[in-house]
């Protein structure tokens, strides 16, 4: 028998929520088992006990809207403002968005996917047929008083289809606890370039959980953007469900002082002939955290998988610290796998190089914390995207 | 008597406690090419390092005067501004920074700490592209991450290229036949050629007579053992060739 768990005020707020919401058993779970420690291994990094010490009332309603954190010209922008979705202006050919209610979050043995799939209570819901051209932005808001906020967005890409998705997550200036969930499904021959970026402030935490089902032939690329709030960790869950897939799962950790980022993604070889590249990139500096756990299963049907998983780390100062855990786990014998991970600070001789051409050494820096991004900026093709993700580096290597 | 571009008075220099160069004296005046030839390991590319300031090396003693302007209170990039380029023996490769966006940002730099104004894209793109027709670099090159996958020959020819739009005073080049064949090595000495000129200096530093066959030299100095043993006509260069290094080892100890 294990010993009950003691509680936390954290943990109270959460089980009175999921009470209230009717989640009987999703609050008595968490009675038991209370939020996972660093004992869970999925949590060994970001100790969600320790980290999460409060949790706000669930939002109320939507609060004065923000301005959006980065703005794509030409891009059709929805929005979800403390979990309500909103839907404005003239939506684009081969979209059609609707709202429906509960989560879009599969079942999961995870925290912060049962609290979304209990707490969310509407969904926006997007569906592409075809090429749509202009950039489709969704902009996630927490805003007012601290509060607690689920919100869920569901993606559907028919077969063939072909879209650019930005999501971007930001916070009024307050103590906020945002956990968004997201199902995205690509259907057979679909192309779908997805970014995220949390530009949340600082005092909150922003936890986000993105599954993906991808189908047969299908090319995916994701990118994965921490460059905002004080605790940020992104579950990405994505299964290679059909033969012939390609995946480009990518992300960046900006961390600075104080702050603790975490990207952990599980990719699951489901059907043979997938392959999957992801490439992870951590920048930290001052005292702080950045953690990447990579995971790739390939079942024993998926044969002549090709996966390769890389993360690459960039210390900024002698206090900060970053983590990284390559994991392979595979069930079939004909397939090609393989995972790096490396971790240092910016090469002397390179500095030298760029400052003996005349080049100041703080520029020097900037131009190789550019150079080290570029692999991961440079495939985003369209180009409003593209400036405004290297503002949001910019920004953050100017210490914004 | 006028200024010299570069003069080196006692220089003392070491790595950790390894004392590498020990007195260097040498003056370079205005418009001369000078030779320094030496063996390996005799700290002739210390000696390149020392002067464009790479951070491994202490100086304990000596003073180095770049047109009058003492060189060694400056950081590397001010050493630049005033004019000093350093050829590199081993040209660094960087992967993710644009030839174009390194070369645009290093003029830049300089014409701002010298308080000129910037460059606008189209002077630039017409400079790059007048210096890099004479050193057969094409757009293809320049497009490519900073010497990413640039052959021997490429790198070098590059380095020439930054010589050629940076317009230092006083240019050191590292070992630069270093890795190259016959035709690769005139078309560099071709480019270093066209960059001779009254108010502009060389100091070449190298262990092979050959190149000093394409780029002529005013003056040849010897190195040994840390310091400057011996200097002459270019006819000292032919001279070692032949006897070696060795009788000048004597005059060093």
């Known amino acids: 028998m294990r010993a009950p768990v003691r509680l936390g005020a954290a943990e109270n707020t959460l089980i009175a929520q999921l009470n209230e919401a009717g989640a009987r058993d999703e609050a008595e779970r968490l009675g038991l088992s209370g939020l996972p420690t660093r004992r869970v291994e999925a949590y060994h990094y970001t100790d969600l006990k320790l980290l999460l010490r409060a949790v706000p009332p669930l939002a109320a309603g939507a609060g004065e809207a923000l301005t959006p954190p980065v703005d794509i010209p030409g891009a059709f922008r929805l929005s979800i403002v403390n979990g309500r979705p909103h839907i404005a202006g003239e939506v684009p050919k081969g979209v059609i968005v609707g709202i429906a209610e509960g989560a879009a979050l599969t079942e999961r043995d995870d925290v912060l996917v049962r609290l979304n799939s209990a707490l969310a209570r509407e969904t926006l819901t997007l569906t592409i047929e075809g090429d749509v051209g202009p950039v489709i932005h969704i902009d996630r808001q927490t805003t007012g008083v601290a509060a607690h906020a689920p919100s869920s967005v569901r993606l559907f890409l028919a077969d063939g289809a072909r879209a650019t998705i930005l999501e971007t997550y930001a916070t009024s200036d307050a103590a906020h606890v945002a956990n968004h969930g997201g199902f995205v499904q690509l259907g057979r021959g679909a192309t779908l370039t997805h970014v995220t970026v949390d530009r949340s402030a600082r005092p909150s935490a922003h936890l986000a959980t993105t599954e993906y089902e991808i189908g047969g032939e299908a090319k995916l690329r994701t990118l994965t953007v921490h460059a905002g709030a004080g605790l940020e960790r992104a579950q990405i869950f994505a299964r290679m469900g059909g033969e012939g897939a390609h995946a480009d799962f990518t992300g960046l950790n900006l961390t600075d002082g104080g702050q603790h980022a975490d990207i952990t993604l599980e990719v699951r070889h489901a059907k043979g002939h997938c392959s999957c590249k992801p490439l992870y990139k951590q920048i930290a500096r001052g005292r702080s955290k950045a953690v990447f756990q990579g995971k790739i299963v390939v079942e024993r049907d998926a044969q002549k998988t090709d996966a390769k998983l890389m993360m690459q780390g960039l210390m900024l100062s002698d206090e900060a610290e970053i983590l990284s855990k390559p994991e392979l786990e595979i069930f079939a014998d004909d397939v090609v796998c393989g995972h790096g991970s490396t971790c240092g600070r910016l090469d002397e001789d390179w500095l030298f190089y760029l400052t003996s051409r005349g080049i100041p050494q703080r520029e020097a820096e900037t131009m190789l914390v550019r150079g080290f991004i570029a692999e991961l900026l440079d495939p985003i093709e369209d180009e409003g995207l593209n400036a405004a993700l290297q503002g949001v580096v910019d920004g953050w290597l100017a210490g914004k | ?253």
Do not use: W
């Open chain 2, 1 to 253: 008597m006028t200024t010299p571009m570069l003069e080196i008075r006692d220089l003392h220099a070491r790595i950790e406690d390894r004392e590498i160069l020990k007195g260097v004296n040498l003056i370079v005046p205005k418009g001369e090419v000078h030779a320094v030839m030496g063996r390996n390991g005799s700290g002739k590319s210390t000696l390149s390092y020392v002067l464009a300031g790479k951070e491994d090396y202490e100086v304990t003693a000596g003073e180095v005067l770049l047109d009058g302007v003492n060189l060694l209170d400056l950081e590397p990039d001010e050493r630049a501004a005033a004019g000093l380029f350093l050829a590199f023996q081993y040209p660094i490769e960087i992967p993710g920074v644009a030839t174009m966006t390194f070369l645009k940002a290093a003029m830049n730099a300089q014409r701002k700490a010298r308080g000129e104004p910037e460059l606008t894209t189209p002077d630039f793109m017409r400079a790059v592209k007048e210096a890099g027709t004479a050193l057969r670099i094409d757009s293809d090159m320049l497009k490519r991450a900073l010497n990413v996958g640039f052959s021997g020959g490429e790198k070098k020819r590059a380095e020439i290229l930054q010589m050629a739009l940076l317009k230092p005073k006083m240019c050191i080049l590292d070992e630069t036949d270093s890795g190259l064949d016959i035709d690769a090595l005139k078309l560099v000495a071709e480019g270093v050629n066209a960059l001779r000129a009254p108010d502009r200096s060389m100091l070449v530093i190298t262990h092979y007579q050959r190149l000093l066959n394409h780029i002529v030299p005013d003056v040849v100095h010897v190195f040994s053992d840390g310091r400057i043993v011996e200097s002459g006509t270019k006819e000292l260069a032919l001279e070692l060739e032949a006897k070696g290094y060795a009788e000048f080892d004597e005059a060093a100890a």
